[in-house]
């Protein structure tokens, strides 16, 4: 009877053991698991990080071209302004000639410059009103790109217009050669440069870029 006792105090002692040494293992099993986890939502903080910082830059560069865009209207529109100046002194100057009894040669010579000088100020008007069209293309097309896009899922498309279409839209405009993205860019008859986007409008950039 004894011996019996003894045995069974053995018996639930091993299983006791077996017992401790299975949850040691559960438990160092778990605790493995959960570093696992934590590593790789560290790697996924670092990517995410990484992605957000990739944005804010794409951020700040359409921000600066936006500004250089606006720079360059705010430019042709006070360009504009004068010529509209010019015209008025120019009517002024054909009434008084005309008041003074100025010859009908004289006259008609004059009356046809101012002719010409509505013409010129027409035509910058139209190619300020396109500059401006084109620059709030321009930023609608900046906020698409700096969208940021799902892992995997890279942005892809042309990154200019067919050539009918640029043969259209820049007409006589002077080829001066391509950029880092293979975008043929022009020169406008008054010195400015762009390239023509996948929409069909001009995008004026920066001549040293």
Do not use: C, H, W
Not at 162 to 167: H, L
Request: hydrophobic fraction near 25%; charge should be positive; aromatic fraction near 2%.
């Amino acid at each position: 009877m004894f011996t019996l006792m003894i045995m069974s105090v053995l018996v639930l002692n091993t299983n006791a053991q077996d017992d401790s040494k299975k949850e040691k293992k559960a438990k160092k099993a778990k605790t493995e698991k959960a570093e696992k986890k934590d590593k790789k939502d560290d790697k996924a903080d670092k990517k995410s990080d990484k992605k957000e910082k990739k944005s804010d830059k794409k951020d700040d560069k359409a921000d600066k071209k936006e500004k250089a865009d606006k720079k360059e209207t705010k430019a042709d529109k006070k360009e504009t302004k004068k010529d509209k100046k010019e015209l008025k002194e120019d009517v002024k100057e054909l009434k008084a000639d005309k008041k003074s009894g100025a010859s009908k040669a004289e006259l008609k010579a004059d009356k046809k410059e101012v002719i010409e000088s509505k013409k010129e100020v027409k035509a910058d008007k139209k190619e300020v009103k396109s500059d401006v069209k084109d620059l709030k293309s321009t930023k609608k097309a900046a906020d698409k790109d700096a969208t940021v896009l799902p892992a995997g899922k890279a942005k892809a498309g042309p990154v200019q217009a067919s050539k009918s279409v640029q043969n259209k839209v820049a007409d006589d405009d002077k080829v001066i050669g391509k950029d880092a993205k293979n975008r043929t860019i022009y020169e406008g008859p008054r010195g400015g440069q762009y390239y023509i986007n996948p929409n069909g409008n001009k995008t004026y950039i920066k001549k040293d870029n």
